[in-house]
């Protein structure tokens, strides 16, 4: 079955960084279609963070929420491995990050989430 297992989170201090990981099983890497990465903090929903379109393999395209460009690199390591590196984090970047794939199932595109990791971020 996919799973999708992120890392690397934990408590940082403001301006600090961090490196989140998110390792793909039982994904065929030339049906992934997106990456991304959202968030979750404390009483809000989920919002898009960073996002990485793939075609067979490549990616064609990369987008990030407006709070954090310029701060936050989204980046795929060999076929299935995703990261995020996060620099000069901010108190508002406390949230639990979900890692998300998006491939082309059988039937049209299928969508998988990870558990989250949370990060937070003191001031």
């Known amino acids: 079955q996919v799973q999708l297992v992120e890392s690397g989170g934990g408590v940082v201090q403001t301006g600090g960084s961090l490196r989140l990981s998110c390792e793909a099983h039982?994904?065929?890497?030339?049906?992934?279609?997106?990456m991304a990465w959202y968030r979750q903090a404390p009483g809000k929903s989920r919002e898009l963070v960073a996002r990485?379109?793939?075609?067979?393999?490549?990616?064609?395209?990369t987008n990030y929420g407006d709070s954090v460009k310029g701060r936050f690199t989204i980046s795929k390591y060999a076929e299935k491995t995703l990261f995020l590196h996060m620099n000069n984090l901010k108190p508002e970047d406390t949230a639990v990050y979900y890692c998300?794939?998006?491939?082309?199932?059988?039937?049209?595109?299928?969508?998988?989430w990870g558990q989250g990791t949370r990060v937070t971020v003191s001031s």
């Open positions: 039982g994904v065929i890497p030339s049906e992934i279609l997106i």
């Open positions: 990485i379109d793939i075609d067979r393999g490549a990616v064609t395209h």
């Open positions: 998300y794939y998006n491939r082309r199932g059988n039937y049209g595109p299928v969508e998988h």
